[in-house]
């Protein structure tokens, strides 16, 4: 029996979700969108509000911190298509990119430096995990090496939900240790009401949605198409069974 898979179909818009994760931290999209509504649809009809830039003295208002990347470290760890590709979208914004990593030095791309996790941790603006989940890294990111990180890391997570202990990072969103969680997985999906990352604060949550576009689910397509047709013809492609 042959066995064939749909590789990378999902890297562009994985990437681009992960930067969307890390950058709804630093610019609070969703925080002034919906601080600036004069819609509130918290109630069961909606309710009609002030809005915040409405009543605002001044031609901007602000009362969350804006960040820039430009100058911080973002480490990646792990260095396969999606981290690649997540660290070729941070060098334009000119972050220091550092890459925790089995690859050699000499593998990576100019400008970028290898590091170990506990530096990464230790050392970084933010941290987004691209390593796939195995029973040698199941809840790696736990107390432990939350307890040596900077302070106020933020976390990004579109991966997998298995990686973090969840009371570990929702203790650490608590005290501050982090400082946001933003994250496109859960250790169970759906997660059930009670779970500890619904209820920390600084979370930012997206349905497992990364790799959704509309783009990548045609790429499936795309590649089954061709992957039936080569084995059609007696030449297989994608090959993943011996």
Known sequence: MTVCNVPAYSTLAVAQHAMALLLEVCNQVGHYSRAISAYDTEGAEGAAKDSYWAVSPDFCCWNRPIVELTGKRIAIVGWGNIGSKVAQLLLPLEAEVVAVTSKPQEALPEGVKKVTLEEAFATSFAVSLHCPLAANNRQFVN????????????????????????????????????????TDVMSTE?????????????????????????????????????????FVAGEAINVVNP
């Open 143 to 182: 107390a432990e090496l939350l307890s040596h990180s900077r302070r106020g890391l933020i976390l990004v997570n579109t991966a997998r939900g298995g990686l973090i202990n969840d009371q570990d990072v929702a203790d650490a969103l608590r005290s501050g240790q982090l400082g946001a969680y933003s």
């Open 190 to 230: 759906p997660p059930s009401a009670d779970h500890p990352i619904l209820h920390a604060p600084n979370v930012f949550i997206t349905p497992h949605v990364a790799w959704a576009t509309a783009d990548a689910r045609q790429r499936i397509i795309d590649i089954m198409t061709r992957n039936l047709n080569a």
